[in-house]
């Protein structure tokens, strides 16, 4: 371990020797050793680095939107000579990765996410991950050379544009930007919104679902995928979104319009409706990159209410606040529901490797639901102890919570999962019903062969009309 | 899989089959199969069996306390041909067992937790179970051979005293029960309750801790563990408690007084002043069968709970229960929740078979606090769909629920272990504080190096006497 | 004040001078006294008196439904001497009754709340109280003169017979009894379930829901309400219902068979398919009483836990609960909430003064679903302070907690009432809608007004295709 | 009615006619009216010009907080003509306010809430209120003219400067801001934090509490309370505070340094250690004006989740949100919350009308926690149903739910409320006890009485050295 982390934590256990047992069977040493080294790049070179990010971004919405903090490249070319680099894709679904598993990157991204600047560090940031997972998977070899290979590289940005303002487009067979067929191009129409990333000067490629064939009668072969330079006329990126007040600069959420937009027919990912295949594929994975970075959010939530309730100057009514009981509960409450939540993220990523996304399908969505309420849970409990610091600049509590309170609508709204969810589990309702019956059957069963009357224990049997005589 | 299983739920996966992934490298191919064989035995042979149990049991409280309820000896006998008996006696500390790990014991458990005579039929039930433990572990060979055989045979019962109503007893070094040596013997006096197991006629020994040097500076070498049988002079249980209106009858939970009961001094366990050491060891991996148990209840719960959402029956507002927005989301939480809970049980399992439950001091905490608030809100939603059928005996949500609701209870209340676990967590707070700081003070180094001001983001250093001049 | 209350209690505030100050200018000067009055009754003759009910009623389920527990005409007589009786028949709708208001009564009712007998033994006790509304309002003479005579005289019981257990029956058109008329006779057919007070060997009248009409194009015309004495050949009652563990004898919850059960037309209340009517009228109040009482019990409960974190035999880690902050935040919750709940308790009964139950009808809905929650919170944090005891016969904890559990269920669950109240909610959208867009459109009339642009404020409108020059 | 709102919402009930039931008697007639004339100056005039009040601050944030929206003075003239100023000042404590009561004012705040301009408008805004409130009360003729005139005529702005950095100064004996007399001078040295206001160009006087006398033995006298211009040499405004994302621009919560400012003596309020008095009195209202705002701003986002349920283009799985049960439920229980909570916060505000801050204490603090927690709980579903949207500036959601979280905090966080509430509640516990113990006596001498035994009811007093003859 590096100095930063020794001299400031004796007895600190490194990363690989935090795994919970219940994981460790699923951890090469290769990855544990990467492990650590994460750590300690987020720790010393990361959250450190955060300061200065926020620094080399301007004031006005318009420069914002125009710098690239030099600090960025900084980082990436350490996190390279490291060999911290494309840990994200999954060695048993792509070559072009690290060659870890989604379980192995899954416990590095938990890293990851406690450091605005350390995703992008490693070149495992949103959404430029889950579009090199589709164009790795789905793209032809001219989309890969000309897309996937600057992405991976770090030289480039992406976007992925699904969300649209207008429709509820949580529910994908809603989504109205058209996508139509002109010769060897295709023309898009339409507007998307939450285009996360568009902001950054260096978005490059915009990977857009669309429906090319809104009349099908199987609506989920409406829609497709393609790849739009971001350059292409007829594009305007309109204005960006704020999320609590925050911007996100210079990555951004741009609400974007396309009026005409042509591009190659070549672009096409994949071919015509195959867009919605393309975006299940691609959503489980990232649900579970976001949901280790959002166990991250949560520790380092807790490191920072912990560091507060042991603040020597901060003593109300004359103890520190690690001797008030209230507070203490909630360093227990956090603590447990952390490592709870971890386990049910692990457990998701074991069953995408051992099969993939659509495999892992109902342990995604629990996770998807259950991560979020936990993180904004432990981040809101360290904001109510720093008081006025937590909800300003001087901690990073409140972006924190700001980031986590989109995960309950990015991806697919909770309510979406929780229905899902229910429906998928409702399947069983009917033989729990007929193996419940049956049991009650075999009971009374039991009771003539033991000799025990079937009666209720509080049977009565009165005649009301004799009642009077008792 | 059986007829009843197969028959009432087509595509239904043994219970071998849905262990959770991550858990998966922790299962023998020999625990798979009792898995199921318990899966098996519990849903068709003990659930049914429950509603022989109830009625086999009279209707005064002195008959309840004096009746063998037939049905038990039934099964015990089928689960002795199985192969289901003593499966919680963990291989790596016990050879008396048969031979599984907690893990997969706790997989075991989880079944057993769904029906109330299972635990009893297969001699896994506590308090049993911890007694057997500390009588095979720490009992010498006159010890063993009186009490541990016929324990471990299932001829007979016990009971462990440890709870005391006029104190705070769930911190042991407030324990008042003396234990005062008198030549060759002890003699103890004193009072205990909830005393789980002492109303069973079939039980014959106690466990008692009490206090045999209540000076000791120490205050964790003043306990001592004894034996005490259940029918020496002076000794006389007072009356049962009631859990929620439940006499848990025959077992029961006994108020017993000790008037200068005498028992020979080799009926000491480990030497006087072990006391603490004793329970301890023993409570560990009693909270793991607990919390699985718990688990299973929690599941069956959601059966029920499944099982109503499609009742035909049952339309309020023209529609089945299972189309209703309300219950679809508390099935999904439910899923979510106990999935969760699951997972840190097994977690737990496993930090104690790689070392002991000093080792999982930590995991045992959180799965102590976390399962029965999770079981608990998972019953409580169960009845809540069945309405009045839900409180009442015609299904065994409510007695689950009183059973749950102790969880929260007995060896330990949440409290003592929330702030044990702050406690704890709480170690790394000034380490936390170190390195927050460092981090801190390593960005403004940074800020210099990259040549940006330190100053806050939003910046104003404003002479508020030169204001008027803005 | 008593001696009791006086010697226990220095400086105790009688109720009167507790009662919330916006809630005083509706309490006249004679409620107030007898407010006084009750819970100077309730707290020194009522609440010791529950000690000997329990033991005057005997041990198997027979002896417990023929019981009279003799104490409870003690308290009658009592309670008719200090002018506490009938206190629940509110002066504007009924010339019977004491001539309170339900806000008067309501506030009495909190401390009828915190006794199991003060409630019959000022005979404002459920069913009768909403049996004898139903009689007051809609009986005829003979009616009145048969049943509510000795009814208001605390002669005879009664029970109220709607809930079916083969049904969703809390929406009353999927009532199933039969009711068909022959000749001067009305003859039932069908089985009703959770009739409250039937097995009171007092209990001489039901009021019964059932259909008269059960294929009326106006599905709220099929109902009627019809009386039949207890002992009218072809009833039977076949078991008594528990609640959690408890089978509230004598008064009980019955199941209740009926079968050619014959009574003259006569019984027939205000006349064919009626029922939905008078039932909707009969709720209104009785939910305000139930709700009052369950307020009652949560402070009881509170009064227990102070009790407890005040006991100096529990010192948990050396100090008394009181000390414990976890404790002290649950304390302090429990008095926000219970206060809250009581203001919209009192608010809706306010409501009901001024109009009518239908006139109050959200009101109710919003107090139906609120109070229970919050008695259940409280009642469930004493219990966990009391540990062992909460849970056991040593407090009456978990016996409350039993009962109120059910006040989720009767009268309709939560779930009926969170959608009714949400759907009289919506209607209120689309106008909301309409306004919010209005606002919109004016702001940005407004904006050109003052000259500002209408555009976002983080306005970008860049030209991807254009980008590239920045 | 105004056209605005008449011709949006059919039906729509003017303010006053929607007042809760219980509390119509505490308002007069001529409050009614001006309560219909706020809620028409802010639908109609505040709400629209919210969106031109955003726009015309600056980008940078030296711009933001030197701006001066002209929108402001527009709507505060239309205010002052409209009648509507100064309704904050209550009646019965001070005669230059518009003489209404706390509850009418309260009920008036509520509109005010659900508006960004609103309570400046009306020169109703914090912390000018409590800051006309200290001057009008404690404030000698001189200070009055010099400040609280222009104050009350809109024509400056004011901070109040309590919160410190680096102590915890929700306990305000933690204060370290040092007020030294020096001849006819005093003499202010430390930092201030949150000084909420003092952003704004138009803020002129800062209301500072310090301490004069560190050493006093009674703690709560070392503090005063003195009268600072802004433009004091010494002073500097070093930074503003964001709260999540937001500045709160032009109004600020400013970070302000004290090196040597020199003040009169006669700047000294009501004189040197009063200042723990000063405080204590300024707080009480303050807290209902911030709860009822807070109300209202519960209640338009609950408007706003009701838009938003109805709205025809939202269509997830094929159906309009509002036919969806969870968001059904959520409204309700939104409903449920808004309205006690509001019951909660009248309820205290006639307790200060009727004696004075202190009076009200207990109903204070609880309104200080129930309050916020309702208001972020409501906004936090009507964000959820807005997904994207209601995260962004397109809703006023994400702004409230930061102010909103600040209300957690500021005058003392939760923690401190909750366990001062504890307290007082615990003073009763040992009366509690003492009643509950003579009640058991009592029942247990009526057990005698009455023949009946005191034994358990589940009394078995079994002799264990002979059961085995059972």
Request: glycine fraction near 8%.
């Amino acid at each position: 371990m590096s100095d930063l982390l020794v001299n400031s934590e004796k007895g600190h256990l490194p990363a690989s020797q935090r795994i919970p047992a219940i994981a460790k069977p699923f951890v090469s040493e290769r990855a544990a050793k990467t492990l650590d080294l994460v750590e300690k790049f987020v720790e010393e070179e990361c959250i450190p680095a955060d300061a200065v990010f926020v620094r080399q971004i301007g004031e006005t919405t318009e420069q914002r939107f125009s710098s690239h903090p030099p600090i960025i490249e900084d980082l990436k070319a350490k996190a390279k000579r490291l060999g911290l680099w494309n840990m994200f894709l999954p060695k048993n679904h792509f070559k072009e990765g690290a060659g870890f598993s989604n379980l192995e990157y899954g416990l590095m991204a938990e890293y990851l996410g406690k450091s605005r600047t350390a995703s992008e560090a490693t070149n495992c940031a949103a959404p430029d991950t889950g579009n090199m997972e589709v164009l790795a998977k789905y793209g032809n070899e001219q989309q890969k050379r000309r897309w996937l290979d600057p992405l991976l590289d770090g030289k480039i940005r992406s976007a992925f544009l699904m969300t649209e303002p207008q429709v509820a487009s949580s529910d994908a067979t809603n989504i109205e930007m058209r996508i139509e067929r002109d010769g060897d191009s295709y023309v898009l129409n339409g507007q998307k919104w939450w285009s996360s990333g568009a902001g950054d000067p260096r978005c490059e490629i915009y990977v857009v679902l669309g429906k090319t064939d809104p009349n099908n009668a199987d609506k989920y072969k409406q829609q497709s995928v393609i790849l739009v330079p971001h350059d292409t006329p007829g594009i305007t990126i309109n204005r960006m979104l704020s999320v609590f007040g925050y911007d996100d600069a210079p990555h951004g959420h741009g609400h974007i319009t396309f009026k005409n937009v042509r591009v190659p027919a070549t672009n096409m990912v994949l071919g015509e409706g195959r867009g919605f295949e393309i975006i299940q594929g691609r959503l489980g994975p990232g649900r579970i990159h976001h949901a280790m970075r959002s166990i991250g959010a949560a520790e380092k939530a807790l490191e920072w209410f912990l560091a507060r309730i042991n603040d020597e100057r901060k003593k109300p009514f004359g103890q520190l606040l690690n001797k008030h009981g209230i507070m203490l509960e909630r360093v227990a409450r956090s603590r447990i529901e952390i490592d709870a939540a971890r386990l049910a993220v692990l457990n998701a990523a074991i069953k995408i490797d051992e099969s993939n996304a659509k495999g892992a399908l109902k342990e995604i969505a629990e996770v998807k639901v259950l991560v979020p309420e936990v993180n904004l849970t432990v981040i809101d409990r360290a904001i109510q102890a720093y008081g006025g610091a937590g909800v300003s600049q001087d901690t990073p509590l409140a972006n924190m919570y700001a980031l986590g309170r989109t995960m309950r609508i990015v991806d697919g709204p909770d309510e979406v999962h929780l229905v899902q969810l229910a429906k998928n589990e409702n399947k069983r309702g009917p033989a729990h019903k007929r193996r419940l019956d049956a049991q009650k059957k075999k009971g009374e069963e039991l009771c003539r062969k033991f000799g025990v009357s079937t009666n209720d224990v509080l049977h009565l049997n009165r005649q009301s009309g004799k009642k009077s005589k008792l």
